[in-house]
T-cell receptor, first 116, second 114 residues
Framework: AQKVTQAQTEISVVEKEDVTLDCVYE???????LFWYKQPPSGELVFLIRRNSFDEQNEISGRYSWNFQKSTSSFNFTITASQVVDSAVYFCALSERGGGADGLTFGKGTHLIIQP | EAGVAQSPRYKIIEKRQSVAFWCNPI?????LYWYQQILGQGPKLLIQ????????DSQLPKDRFSAERLKGVDSTLKIQPAKLEDSAVYLC????????????FGPGTRLTVL
């Protein structure tokens, strides 16, 4: 069975600090996809990134970067020079490709608070 | 491009009553998902449709929950009868096809069961 663990329930940092959100996953499949979503106070889930299991290259998008390591089953997310607008709940999620059933398994989320 | 639409946005009912939620996915998206998000937790998949067929309903409490997508476009999720523990946000998502594409989420319906 697949599982996603986000051990950090809440993180609070001061604006402009760097912050890393941890994500550890479990799956028996060799083909799978990992995602990060942002859920601001408005409640709507916003897609940030998708990574497939065969692509271990790290990715950078502006102030956001992702570190995927299959050896440790981790897919961590770093925000550089954090801003107040980054305050939200961040979810890591996993999707397997079993016969087209690819619903996401989410972690419990990390509540990120950026203080001015 | 219009996003995923859901209605109502809020609903308050008493336990043992029935309730229905509606979702209209992004135009052209063949795959539709319903998730339940209990306060303080991540969303949990309830059911996945591919066009008008069910792909995965393994986590749907079928004794009280039902869902349909008759014409392969919009979908309805029903709870009958509701229990206190059904209080949650019900999220609808759609994607262009399975396996590789991101899922786009609607704003959700917040259900409170008293």
């Amino acid at each position: 069975a697949q599982k996603v663990t986000q051990a950090q329930t809440e993180i609070s940092v001061v604006e402009k600090e760097d912050v890393t959100l941890d994500c550890v996953y479990e799956t028996r499949d060799t083909t799978y996809y990992l995602f990060w979503y942002k859920q601001p106070p408005s409640g709507e889930l916003v897609f940030l990134i998708r990574r497939n299991s065969f692509d271990e290259q790290n990715e950078i998008s502006g102030r956001y970067s992702w570190n995927f390591q299959k050896s440790t089953s981790s897919f961590n997310f770093t925000i550089t020079a954090s801003q107040v607008v980054d305050s939200a709940v961040y979810f890591c999620a996993l999707s397997e490709r079993g016969g087209g059933a690819d619903g996401l398994t989410f972690g419990k989320g990390t509540h990120l608070i950026i203080q001015p | 491009e219009a996003g995923v639409a859901q209605s109502p946005r809020y609903k308050i009912i008493e336990k043992r009553q029935s309730v229905a939620f509606w979702c209209n996915p992004i135009s052209g998206h063949a795959t539709l998902y319903w998730y339940q998000q209990i306060l303080g937790q991540g969303p949990k998949l309830l059911i996945q449709f591919q066009n008008n067929g069910v792909v995965d309903d393994s986590q749907l409490p079928k004794d009280r929950f039902s869902a349909e997508r008759l014409k392969g476009v919009d979908s309805t999720l029903k709870i009958q009868p509701a229990k206190l523990e059904d209080s949650a946000v019900y999220l609808c998502a759609s994607s262009h096809r399975t396996g590789t594409n991101e899922q786009f989420f609607g704003p959700g319906t917040r259900l409170t069961v008293l």
